[in-house]
Structure formats: C-alpha cells, structure tokens
C-alpha cells in the first residue's frame, strides 16, 4: 500500500470516527431520550428497540445487510465497503460508547435540536470522504447516482418522512411526529451546510475602464487570481472590461474596498457561489 493511500485510508477513518461519534450521541443520548420518532434506519431501530428490546446497532447491521445487496450495483463497491466499515463503526458507538455518557432528560425541542444538528453534522462530515453509514444512506447514493441534480439533504428529508410519520403512528404520538419533522429538516440543512459550504464564496463581477489595474488589486489584497471579460456598453458603446472574481467572504470584502477605493466609477455584481472547485478551494 503507497505511502497516499495509506494516508487517504487515515483521513477515511478518521472522519468516519469523528461522525460516527456525533451521530451515536444524536441516536442514543437525546433521540432515544426523548422518544421521539428518528430518520432513517435509525428510526426504524428505534422502533424495534421500543418494541422489542433488540439493540439499536444490532437491528441497524441487520436492516442494512438486504439494502446493500439490493443497492451494490448502483453505489458501487468501493462505496460498499466504505459503508460497511462505517456502519459497524457507528453501530458500535451507539451500542457501546454513548451509554457511557449521561442521557439528555430536557425538553423534548431541545432534544430534537441536538439530535438534527449533531446528526447532520455527523452524516456530512463522513459523506464528505465518500462513505455512509449504510441504510437509507444506500439507497439515498443510489438515488443520487440516478438524479445527480438533487441535493443530498433534499433526497434525505424525502426518504425519511414516511419513516418518522410511521414511528409518530405506532407510538401514538403526534407531537414525537413534529419533533421527528424538526429533526428531519435540521439534518437535511446541516448536511447540505456542511456538504456544500465548504467550497462556497462569493462570486463578483467588475465591470471598468481599468481591467488589468482592479486584476492586480485583487492578487495583492487577496492573493487570488481573476479573469478578464471584454464587454461593451449598451447605451454608448463604449469599451469596458469585466473582471470576474471568486473568493471567500472576508477576502471579497477587502477586495471590494481595495476596488471602489481605486475606481469609484467601476459597477460590481455581487453573487453567492455555493460550489467553487479548482485551485485555492480544495474539497476534503
């Protein structure tokens, strides 16, 4: 194994860990706590524990062993591997780690606020190295193998609601339906956060008489590069550069100030850029 793939192997383990722990805190010490309908697989292990005692990782590798066969062909197999392998990771931490810690006994809204923010932190921080946790997560990657266009916190919340609305039904209670909505939308807005924040910025468009000026402007407050467009006036005709530029927040600020100071004339578009990838914006 080279020296890469040994790191790459590393960093997989450690994020799966470091979400693995999150997301056995949101199950085991608040959702299960409050009694509250869960998502996913986890829903339905928490059904089966109320019901029947069976451990929730226990249920959860057993639930999961049909999906992955059904899935494999669809999400792949090195997909399928790193799945497995976090799907025990996790299972082990519900059942074992996060007993060790107190249970959350509050209210309920704040359980479910727990539970949604550490649970789609958790699930973002190992979709990020291209793993799971396995369940509806395969068949969540299968749907988005199908429709690549949709979000993954879009495809999360859709898939899960019929599962909270059935844990709500059989434990006759509508307000555990609601927190279970609560949670649902937090995870979905976390994972999207978190999955598609990473690289975001902003993106702006400088339209001057003095291109090459506002170019250097910019690499020497930000060190970014940019791009000249040529353009042309719609009212006089005249002769204009476009310079576009993505950068992140504070930078984009500096840069607006550097620009204005420097061309009070210049006319700026200022635009969110949700996913920037190439140079100076590496994906994890």
Do not use: W
């Not at 082990?92 to 359980?111: Q, S």
């Not at 039904?169 to 999955?195: C, P, S, T």
């Amino acid at each position: 194994m080279t020296r890469n793939k040994v790191l790459q192997f590393g960093t997989d383990l450690l994020f799966e860990i470091g979400g693995s722990i999150l997301i056995a805190f949101a199950v085991r010490n608040f959702a299960l706590g409050a009694g509250f309908p869960m998502t996913g697989f986890s829903g339905i292990s928490i059904i089966l524990n109320r019901f029947f005692r069976i451990p929730l990782g226990l249920s959860t590798i057993a639930l999961n062993i049909p999906v992955a066969l059904l899935c494999y062909r669809l999400i792949g197999r090195t997909f399928l591997i790193k799945s497995l392998r976090c799907m025990i990771i996790c299972s082990l931490f519900i059942d074992y780690f996060a007993p060790l810690f107190p249970f959350y006994e509050g209210p309920r809204l704040l359980a479910a606020l727990a539970t949604g923010v550490l649970g789609g932190i958790g699930y973002a921080v190992i979709y990020m190295r291209g793993s799971s946790t396995g369940g509806a997560d395969f068949l969540i990657m299968a749907l988005k193998s199908i429709k690549p266009h949709l979000r993954l916190g879009t495809i999360s919340f859709i898939t899960d609601v019929g599962i909270i609305i059935t844990g709500g039904l059989l434990f006759r209670d509508f307000d555990g339906i609601l927190y279970g909505m609560i949670v649902n939308y937090l995870f979905a807005v976390m994972i999207d956060k978190a999955f598609y924040g990473i690289n975001s910025g902003k993106l702006a468009f400088i339209v001057t008489k003095r291109g090459k000026e506002v170019c250097d402007i910019i690499e020497k407050c930000s060190n970014r590069g940019s791009t000249i467009l040529k353009s042309q006036g719609g009212y006089k005709l005249e002769k204009k550069e476009t310079v576009m530029v993505v950068s992140n927040s504070q930078q984009m600020h500096r840069i607006l100030q550097q620009v204005t100071a420097k061309d009070d004339e210049a006319f700026i578009i200022l635009l969110e850029a949700h996913e920037i990838h190439g140079k100076g914006f590496t994906v994890l």
